[in-house]
């Protein structure tokens, strides 16, 4: 990470909160990867679905229908995710949860890039791109396997190689339910933490946007770290609007201050 950041009030209101806290949990969307340069969903022009229709490319029945199509468009998405770092927002998150103030992440996002910034608890309520696998006989494959399969095909349709079955990815795409170990695992963090800290994510995505809810619901308080506007922004103890990379980077420094005294 960069050198000491600087912080304000705003920042202290939230290192004082998960001082305080006996659990902090993280939930993350795709708005903390995007000085990764993962571009997010919704942003006009520059958004994943700005120029495309997802029900379109991603839909699970596209992958059934026609995965031709749909593998033309996943299997970029893989190729360049499989080259994404992670950044200081992702790396505060992981010093944190280091230091033993935060508990895990719940993450919507599929890039693994908590992981790779060295977060060890990471609830992915989507999947990962970490690999594929056959719904016809449950065989798997890695995700440089996957590639190397989709490089080779020429129809550019990765396949089972104990049965020849379409290779599905392991996220969760459009008509897919959510997987119900992670969203039961998120559901009893959210209800357990005293501070239920949400980085980068609109909270308009149902059921992850019910999460604040059952942390209010629970007595616990909802911080706010996102650019756009949420449906919790009245709700929250504590609302930082800025750039994420600056606005963790702030909320360490204020913590550490507040450590140090």
């Known amino acids: 990470m960069t050198g000491p950041a600087s912080y304000d009030e705003r920042h202290e209101r939230?290192?004082?909160l998960v001082h305080e806290a006996g659990s902090v949990v993280a939930l993350t969307g795709a708005g903390?990867?995007?000085p990764s340069g993962i571009p997010d969903f919704r942003t006009p022009q520059t958004g994943i679905w700005a120029n495309v229709d997802p029900m379109e490319v991603a839909h699970v029945d596209v992958w059934r229908r026609d995965p031709q199509r749909f593998w033309a468009f996943y299997g970029h998405r893989f190729a360049v995710l499989g080259d994404v770092r992670p950044n200081d927002a992702h790396?505060?998150?992981a010093e944190l949860e280091r230091r033993g103030r935060l508990d895990a992440v719940l993450t919507q996002n599929i890039d693994l890039l908590h992981e790779k910034a060295g977060s060890r608890d990471v609830v992915e309520l989507h999947g990962s791109i970490a690999g594929t696998h056959c719904p016809a006989c449950g065989a798997r494959a890695s995700l440089e396997e996957t590639l190397r399969r989709i490089e080779a095909a020429p129809d550019g349709v990765p396949r089972c190689a104990e049965c020849g079955g379409v290779l599905k990815p392991d996220v969760v795409l459009f008509g897919d339910m959510l997987p119900v170990a992670a969203l039961e695992r998120a559901e009893q963090l959210a209800a357990g933490a005293d501070v239920l800290l949400?980085?980068?994510s609109s909270l308009v995505v149902y059921p992850v946007?019910?999460?604040p809810r059952t942390t209010l619901r629970h007595r616990g308080r909802v911080a706010i770290v996102t650019t756009s506007e949420t449906?919790?922004?009245e709700l929250a103890a504590a609302r930082l609007?800025?750039?994420v990379v600056a606005e963790l980077q702030g909320l360490l420094a204020a913590l550490d201050a507040l450590e140090a005294s």
Do not use: Q
């Open 241 to 243: 609007d800025g750039d």
């Open 209 to 211: 946007a019910e999460l």
């Open 91 to 93: 790396r505060t998150l």
């Open 32 to 34: 903390i990867s995007v």
């Open 198 to 200: 949400c980085i980068g």
């Open 14 to 16: 939230l290192a004082r």
């Open 231 to 233: 449906p919790y922004d």
